[in-house]
């Protein structure tokens, strides 16, 4: 099992449109999650955290299932201006070490394109 | 504040040249990381510091490539001999420890011929 697995998507939807994505990891002592968005030929920038009760911000609402291991994004109404490459970033603990720090991994990112 | 600092933007080279990408982090941040990103991979990392020591090296793909931190506001990321597949583009990014976000340099795409 790859260490951290998206969609790749392409997801095509119209404007005002709900969209969800989901990335699973395979570390259990995982402890920071992330979204970042990526613009096409630009850097990856941070989208938002996600904590354990789930977090909030606009149109945005990132969830973390730990029994499960995913996390999710859901985007409502979404806008032209959404599309981008979606990606989930996990911190991975390399085997034997004892601090809360790790490496952290990225998936290879969901592609979302809204149309109008 | 400025943010990560690479240099160059832009590498063109041929294969077997020496190739060093530099990169500057946000002051106060003491951890550094360097990604490659391809269409096939995705972002991969390559190797992490934590406080100007290297962590884990382990996505370093070969002994061609070889990464140091001589500073908190300098690093470098070395390929000798390069090859066409090292073709991509290098980001580094820093965070202000090694779980919090990180912020990415606008990158240094190269092109190895």
């Known amino acids: 099992r790859k260490e951290v697995e998206q969609d790749p998507g392409p997801f095509n939807v119209p404007e005002g449109a709900t969209v969800a994505f989901n990335c699973t990891y395979s570390?259990?002592?995982?402890?920071?999650f992330f979204w970042y968005r990526q613009d096409c030929r630009k850097e990856p920038k941070l989208l938002m955290s996600v904590y354990s009760s789930g977090n909030e911000d606009g149109r945005f609402t990132a969830q973390l299932n730990r029994a499960s291991q995913y996390i999710s994004l859901l985007i409502r109404d979404s806008k032209l201006s959404d599309s981008a490459t979606y990606l989930c970033?996990?911190?991975?603990?390399?085997?034997?070490?004892?601090?809360?720090?790790?490496?952290?991994?990225f998936g290879k990112g969901t592609k979302l394109s809204v149309k109008p | 504040d400025a943010g990560v600092i690479q240099s160059p933007r832009h590498e063109v080279t041929e294969m077997g040249q020496e190739v060093t990408l530099r990169c500057k982090p946000i002051s106060g941040h003491n951890s550094l990381f360097w990604y490659r990103q391809t269409m096939m991979r995705g972002l991969e990392l390559l190797i992490y510091f934590n406080n100007n020591v290297p962590i884990d090296d382990s996505g370093m793909p070969e002994d061609r490539f070889s990464a140091k931190m001589p500073n908190a506001s300098f690093s470098t990321l070395k390929i000798q001999p390069s090859e066409p597949r090292d073709s991509a583009v290098y980001f580094c990014?820093?965070?202000?420890?090694?779980?919090?976000?990180?912020?990415f340099g606008n990158g240094t795409r190269l092109t190895v011929t």
């Open positions: 570390n259990s002592a995982s402890q920071s």
């Open positions: 970033v996990v911190n991975i603990i390399p085997s034997g070490y004892g601090g809360s720090q790790g490496n952290l991994i």
């Open positions: 990014a820093s965070s202000l420890r090694g779980d919090s976000p990180l912020h």
